[in-house]
T-cell receptor
Framework: GAVVSQHPSWVICKSGTSVKIECRSLDFQATTMFWYRQFPKQSLMLMATSNEGSKATYEQGVEKDKFLINHASLTLSTLTVTSAHPEDSSFYIC??????????FGQGTRLTVV | QQQVKQSPQSLIVQKGGISIINCAYENTAFDYFPWYQQFPGKGPALLIAIRPDVSEKKEGRFTISFNKSAKQFSLHIMDSQPGDSATYFCAASVSGNTPLVFGKGTRLSVIA
């Protein structure tokens, strides 16, 4: 099946620094990718929709300046958490749809801000 | 407004038994209904999906039943095994480059 690869799997950073998470579609082109955030024992919460070559669309309540999304190519989207704080610690997951239906997810990135 | 309601929140099943998880949706424009399995610390993995033009789809031990008029769909796991212990999410979406809407998840524990 289609593969979406996310890197890194986990990262620890100091408060105030920025962290970049990469999401790649390995065997298909993705004009659109999605970024989710998941808190422990909760469901996935959509943060933003990443569109290749254009600005991302953010969900209500998600800070655009804190969560910078770049979708520079048809196989790569990046999420940068800027000026990270402990409350940004979470599990971040990207997703891409192959064709018009199947949606595949990356392995997720566990971010811990200390 | 929660567009996809999932139940139960948690489920304990004996090894070899049938696990049943139910979901209900509200948006009649939805035309794609996948189920995902998630293990701790991992991303969700696509298990099986159905479109509204069929009432049932089976893949191995996993079956989706779909009731369009009731706007409900369910996942049945036959011959449940301890390795099936995970969190299961139902989801729904409109086809195309649109995001999935997820249920809240069901934590399944299969005990020997």
């Amino acid at each position: 099946g289609a593969v979406v690869s996310q890197h890194p799997s986990w990262v620890i950073c100091k408060s105030g620094t920025s962290v970049k998470i990469e999401c790649r579609s390995l065997d298909f082109q993705a004009t659109t990718m999605f970024w989710y955030r998941q808190f422990p024992k909760q469901s996935l919460m959509l943060m933003a929709t990443s569109n290749e070559g254009s600005k991302a669309t953010y969900e209500q309540g998600v800070e655009k300046d804190k969560f910078l999304i770049n979708h520079a190519s048809l196989t790569l989207s990046t999420l940068t958490v800027t000026s990270a704080h402990p409350e940004d610690s979470s599990f971040y997951i990207c997703s891409a749809r192959k064709g018009s239906t199947e949606a595949f997810f990356g392995q997720g990135t566990r971010l811990t801000v200390v | 407004q929660q567009q996809v309601k999932q139940s139960p929140q948690s489920l304990i099943v004996q090894k070899g038994g049938i696990s049943i998880i139910n979901c209900a949706y509200e948006n009649t424009a939805f035309d794609y209904f996948p189920w995902y399995q998630q293990f701790p610390g991992k991303g969700p993995a696509l298990l099986i999906a159905i479109r509204p033009d069929v009432s049932e789809k089976k893949e191995g031990r996993f079956t989706i039943s779909f009731n369009k008029s009731a706007k409900q769909f369910s996942l049945h796991i036959m011959d449940s095994q301890p390795g099936d212990s995970a969190t299961y999410f139902c989801a729904a979406s409109v086809s195309g480059n649109t995001p999935l809407v997820f249920g809240k998840g069901t934590r399944l524990s299969v005990i020997a």
